[in-house]
């Protein structure tokens, strides 16, 4: 079935280490995303690509990194320059379909011990 | 700069109906949105309406769009249980596909 992968689901990590969120989708789609959820703030934009090796920063990208080599797969990477790293982070995929909707992961937790 | 505004919390009884409410400030928002997160998960879209609708039916889902009080709405009739989750409002604001979303809005249904 097609659909968006994330992993790993859960993820612990000591202050001052980087880590890489996967997030791969079989669904053919040309732009990808990157949203965080902290609770009662909804989803903020981190990264986007609309096509392969390019990508932009959205509206919370300091502390993060991203890459698009391939379409079908987005990873993020959170430094250690994030100071709030601690989230829910979402994966999204979308097609050319005029709605533009947006498919999402099962999300990945980041927690920094 | 864009924003969507939801309230956070709604408490409702099995049966009733559930209205979310959703208020935003782009006008020229193409396609608004309604996703479903259930806890721990992603989100899925639940429903759509182009800018130029004013309401939507979808079997138990209702929306309303007031483009003059930019307020858009989802109405549940006969809520269940299974309706328990977060709800987000979402408009589309420019060409790039990319959505702003609301705070969400926690529905509980207590039986």
């Known amino acids: 079935d097609g659909g968006i992968t994330q992993s790993p689901k859960y993820l612990f990590r000591k202050e001052g280490q980087n880590v890489t969120l996967s997030c791969e989708q079989n669904?053919?789609?040309?732009?990808m995303y990157w949203y965080r959820q902290d609770p009662g703030q909804g989803l903020r934009l981190i990264y986007y690509s609309q096509i392969v090796n390019d990508f932009q920063k959205g509206d919370i990208a300091e502390g993060y990194s991203v890459s698009r080599e391939k379409k079908e797969s987005f990873p993020l990477t959170v430094t250690s320059a994030q100071k709030n790293p601690t989230a829910f982070y979402l994966c999204?995929?979308?097609?050319?379909?005029?709605?533009?909707?947006?498919?999402f992961g099962e999300g990945s937790r980041l927690t920094v011990l | 700069g864009e924003d969507v505004e939801q309230s956070l919390f709604l408490s409702v009884r099995e049966g009733d109906s559930s209205v979310i409410n959703c208020t935003y400030t782009?006008?020229?928002?193409?396609?608004l949105y309604w996703y479903k997160q259930e806890p721990g998960a992603g989100l899925q879209l639940l429903t759509y309406?182009?800018?130029?609708?004013d309401m939507k039916q979808d079997q138990r889902l209702t929306v309303l769009l007031n483009k003059k009080d930019k307020h858009l709405s989802l109405r549940i009739a006969d809520t269940q249980t299974g309706d328990s989750a977060i709800y987000f409002c979402?408009?589309?604001?420019?060409?790039?596909?990319?959505?702003?979303f609301g705070q969400g809005t926690e529905l509980s249904v207590k039986p």
């Open positions: 309406i182009f800018s130029n609708m």
């Open positions: 979402a408009e589309s604001y420019n060409q790039g596909g990319k959505l702003i």
């Open positions: 669904l053919n789609h040309d732009a």
């Open positions: 782009d006008s020229s928002s193409t396609y």
């Open positions: 999204a995929s979308s097609g050319q379909g005029r709605e533009r909707e947006l498919f």
